[in-house]
């Protein structure tokens, strides 16, 4: 029941919202160039769904790459950095400097050193390089924040550092690691978004285009129609996302467990 109004809250509110923005544009006679009314951008995305949702499909594959290639690495590093204080100690700042760096201001010399002729690929490692510091700190937090008492009695026990890391730090990390996968997840969408702007011609196919496309055209409506995809594509990461930590965590974490 819980959570059935955890879902039927939200879509009340959505609904309310979109009642009086419908009645607002009737009501005021607002120009469709400048406001469309709901009714208009749902006609819109129906006219257009065939290159919208071919669009939706390009941003969800360049921004998947982009995210397990960014997970893949952060791991990797992270393990490294639990196993190496002297490694940290090195790397580390350029992590958090690759993250301060505003990602607007190297796409273009990204695209530019990718090329145009692999403009996914280049996207794709943009979203990746945005999505990898959240997933690193987290993960290496986690690795650090494991039980001190247990990993003094791994070494009582005589076990390896490998065994260490396998069995008692990384499920330690587990939920520090979700954590930061989920907000990975969602600004490398960000990051596919802000790299196909930067990209600025028609060689990307994505939604991003769409929405400079159909400005560019006056296309209020499908330019909504383009920004409401987008979001739910949004929404499908962090879900997706949420609903691996909870099937992961659910039987022994705390932070997933059902409470009565």
Not at 105 to 121: E, K, N, Q, S
Not at 130 to 146: E, H, R
């Amino acid at each position: 029941m819980r959570r059935a109004l955890d879902i039927l809250f939200p879509l009340l509110l959505a609904a309310t919202v979109l009642a009086a923005w419908e009645a607002i544009v009737d009501v005021k006679q607002i120009p469709p160039y400048i406001l469309p009314a709901p009714s208009a951008i749902f006609a819109a995305l129906v006219q257009n769904w065939s290159s919208l949702s071919a669009s939706m499909l390009v941003t969800i594959s360049v921004t998947l790459q982009g995210f397990l290639g960014a997970l893949i690495a952060a791991i990797a590093l992270a393990i490294l950095f639990s196993q190496s204080r002297l490694a940290e100690r090195a790397l580390y700042p350029y992590a958090v400097i690759l993250q301060v760096t505003p990602m607007v201001a190297i796409a273009p010399l990204i695209l530019i050193w990718v090329g145009f002729d692999h403009i996914d690929r280049a996207l794709a490692l943009i979203a990746g390089m945005i999505a990898f510091f959240p997933i690193l700190s987290n993960a290496a937090q986690g690795l650090k924040s494991t039980d001190f008492n247990l990993l003094e009695l791994t070494r009582l026990y005589g076990a390896s550092r490998w065994q260490t890391l396998v069995k008692v730090q990384m499920p330690s990390a587990l939920p520090a690691l979700l954590t930061g996968m989920k907000i990975g997840g969602v600004i490398a969408l960000i990051g596919e978004v802000t790299a196909e702007f930067a990209a600025g011609s028609g060689t990307a196919s994505g939604l991003a285009w769409r929405i400079v496309e159909s400005g560019n055209r006056l296309e209020i409506a499908t330019l909504f129609a383009a920004l409401a995809l987008l979001a739910l594509t949004g929404i499908l990461f962090f879900a997706a996302l949420s609903l691996l930590e909870w099937a992961l965590l659910r039987r022994w974490h705390e932070s997933a467990m059902a409470r009565y």
